[in-house]
């Protein structure tokens, strides 16, 4: 089965811009993980292992391509009820794009299992 990539148009959040000091969320990541959570299509969930591919449209091109990762990947655990330890294959882009333009665009499937031998 061949999945597509789905774009979510919200700028990503930065780790340092989801968490006060080491325990607590700020009020933006809570507001854009359910912004985030409203965006992400319905899609067939895949049987894990997981396979995640994402390009983060960034107009900062001084920012981190990993950065924005955990917090996008905590916000498909929402909604997509998978755990991101079944994540084993990960392949991360980063796109310059004029601000406001700024993107999440993602697939997910299953993991071929020869690449996990």
């Known amino acids: 089965m061949r999945c597509l990539m789905h774009i979510v148009k919200i700028k990503p959040l930065s780790v340092n811009?989801?968490?006060?000091?080491?325990?607590f969320k700020t009020p933006l990541y809570t507001k854009w993980r359910k912004d985030v959570g409203f965006l992400l299509p319905r899609i067939?969930?895949?049987?894990p292992p997981f396979c995640l591919t994402v390009t983060f449209g960034?107009?900062?091109?001084?920012?981190d391509i990993d950065n924005p990762t955990k917090p996008f990947l905590d916000a498909l655990q929402d909604k997509y009820k998978i755990n991101d330890k079944d994540i084993y294959e990960l392949?991360?882009?980063?796109?310059?794009?004029?601000?406001?333009?700024?993107?999440?665009?993602?697939?997910?499937?299953?993991?071929?299992m020869a690449a996990l031998s």
């Open 91 to 112: 392949h991360l882009y980063k796109k310059l794009t004029p601000k406001g333009s700024e993107y999440i665009e993602f697939e997910l499937k299953t993991a071929q």
């Open 17 to 23: 811009e989801a968490w006060q000091g080491k325990r």
């Open 44 to 47: 067939e969930k895949p049987l």
């Open 58 to 63: 960034l107009s900062n091109s001084g920012a």
